[in-house]
Structures are given as structure tokens and as C-alpha cells.
């Protein structure tokens, strides 16, 4: 039960942890490297609540595991992003 939303929040969850690890790694601003993990905690949310109010029963309960797990890779985000880029 949990592989399929794992599955599908694997792909825009690693994209969002490159684009982050990218940014910080250029030495962007501290908000630009926030921004990945910002969206896709905006993005869980609108995902949950469409699950939750909108489709109900299992189908909205899927919705809302792969709201969890798009919210893991935020957070693994904002952590990626939070660390000082390293000076050569």
C-alpha cells in the first residue's frame, strides 16, 4: 500500500532535493535555496486537502501518504539547503 506513493513522490521528491542541493552548492541566496522545499510543502498541502475533502475513502487516503512522504523530501530540503555551501 505504501510503495505506490513512495514510488510517485520519489520522482519529484529527488528533483526537488537536486534542485536544492544546486542551489546551494552556486551559493544562491538564503531564500532561493529555500524555495524547492517551500513549493513542495505548498504542494503536500493542496495534494491533502484534495484528498481529504474533495475524494475521501482510500483513494484520498493515498492522497494524503503521498502528501507524507512529499513532506519528508521537504523537510530533507530545507535540511540540504540550511547547510553553508562549501568555499574552494
Keep these: 500500500m505504501f510503495s505506490g506513493p513512495l514510488l510517485m513522490a520519489?520522482?519529484?521528491?529527488?528533483v526537488v532535493l537536486i534542485v536544492t542541493w544546486w542551489f546551494r552548492k552556486k551559493g544562491?541566496?538564503?531564500l532561493v535555496k529555500m524555495l524547492p522545499g517551500i513549493i513542495t510543502i505548498i504542494?503536500?498541502?493542496i495534494i491533502f486537502y484534495i484528498g481529504f475533502v474533495?475524494?475521501?475513502g482510500f483513494e484520498g487516503g493515498v492522497?494524503?501518504?503521498?502528501a507524507f512522504f512529499l513532506t519528508i523530501f521537504a523537510l530533507i530540503s530545507f535540511v540540504i539547503g540550511k547547510k553553508?555551501?562549501?568555499?574552494?
Design 10 to 14: 520519489l520522482i519529484p521528491g529527488i
Design 28 to 30: 544562491f541566496p538564503f
Design 43 to 45: 504542494t503536500a498541502a
Design 54 to 56: 474533495q475524494i475521501r
Design 63 to 66: 492522497y494524503g501518504i503521498l
Design 84 to 88: 553553508d555551501a562549501v568555499s574552494r
